[in-house]
């Protein structure tokens, strides 16, 4: 396909509300944590849509946008989801996962227990297409695909945060059921199953703690 330049041009702020803006944005990003007590209240689909759509401006290699969104409120669905996601996760918990990991995991209090997933109004799985179908019937690659996706549920997580709502990043490994009973095709890999609803009244969370920015972020060499 050809190049076809258009024009791009950003809406110029001054310094000043740049630095308002992302200061702004800190703070608000500031107060974003996983969720894993959630309230059944109902988050209407049109809220869902738009989180999506914003979602899919994603940049992605080669444009290839190798997501694929699922959003799920059916209640049978969830439930069934839960039944599969807590098999596997008893047997992360009781032999998969070794010693050091689930020491890593004590400050977090999880456990093979996820009544989220019945709970919360929505479950978004994200699956990534590692390649596609040409018209021929052979494979063609995705680029990057891993990256990409990457790259949209963190705009997802972001956006929910952003919108109001709570957000968990949950990966019941193996994820390999999604697929079956999400009747996803062959060519598409369980990425992230997140949560999405308000907090429970009652939900509390972990006290951690983010390494200060200096550890993090190096100013040239
Ligand atoms: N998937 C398990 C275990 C788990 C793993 C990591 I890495 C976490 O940050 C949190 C949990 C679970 O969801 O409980």
Known sequence: ???????????????AEMLEAAAGL????????SCRAF????????????????AHTSPSGANRQPWQFVAVDDL??????RVAAEAEE??????RMPPAWLAALEPLGTDAHKPFLDVAPWLVIIFQRTWEYADSG???????????VGLAAGM????????????????????????????????????????VGYPARDCMVPQIDKKPLRDVLQWNR
């Open 1 to 15: 396909m050809a190049y076809v330049p258009v024009p791009y041009a950003l809406p110029r702020r001054t310094e």
């Open 26 to 33: 800190l703070a608000r990003m500031r107060t974003r944590r």
């Open 39 to 54: 309230s059944d209240e109902p988050v209407p689909r049109e809220l869902i849509e738009c989180l999506v759509a914003a």
């Open 76 to 81: 049978a669905i969830k439930h069934e989801i």
């Open 90 to 95: 008893r047997e992360s918990y009781a032999r």
């Open 138 to 148: 052979e494979r063609t690659p995705n680029y990057y695909p891993v990256e990409s």
């Open 156 to 195: 997802f997580l972001t956006a929910c945060h952003l919108a109001g709502l709570a957000t968990l990043t949950h990966t019941p490994s193996p994820m390999k059921f999604l697929r079956e009973i999400l009747r996803r095709p062959e060519n598409e890999k369980p990425y992230l199953l997140i949560p």
